[in-house]
């Protein structure tokens, strides 16, 4: 039984910051990554960024590096994608997916587990 829930998402303006969260059930260690992607409209779903639960350690694509920061609070099982000087393409469904493997890669298909989504749309 695993179940990841996603929330935090909405509008904001160019520039802005927003914090999504993912709460995942179970312990942790049953799934070491975890990761968060993005689909834009008309696009495929792409990596953003993942965190590992052993040691905390985390990583972010280059288009986010410096603006995106992911983060865990052990305790709680859960995720955060905090994100600043927001851009109008970043605009995307985000998702948080979990692996059971410790080197999922980059890719959808190297993750088990996902949650439903939460729309991030940015003006101008």
């Known amino acids: 039984q695993v179940q990841l829930v996603e929330s935090g998402g909405g509008l904001v303006q160019a520039g802005g910051s927003l914090t999504l969260s993912c709460a995942a059930s179970?312990?942790?260690?049953?799934?070491?990554?975890m990761a968060w992607f993005r689909q834009a409209t008309g696009k495929e779903r792409e990596f953003v960024g993942l965190?590992?639960?052993?040691?905390?350690?985390?990583d972010c694509v280059d288009s986010v590096k410096g603006r995106f920061t992911i983060s865990g609070d052990n305790a709680k099982n859960t995720v955060y994608l905090q994100m600043s000087s927001l851009k109008p393409e970043d605009t995307a469904v985000y998702y948080c997916?979990?692996?059971?493997?410790?080197?999922?890669?980059?890719?959808?298909?190297?993750?088990?587990?996902w949650g439903q989504g939460t729309q991030v749309t940015v003006s101008s």
């Open positions: 965190i590992a639960w052993s040691d905390g350690s985390t």
């Open positions: 179970g312990r942790t260690f049953s799934w070491p990554i």
């Open positions: 997916a979990a692996a059971g493997s410790r080197r999922p890669g980059t890719s959808e298909g190297g993750y088990d587990y």
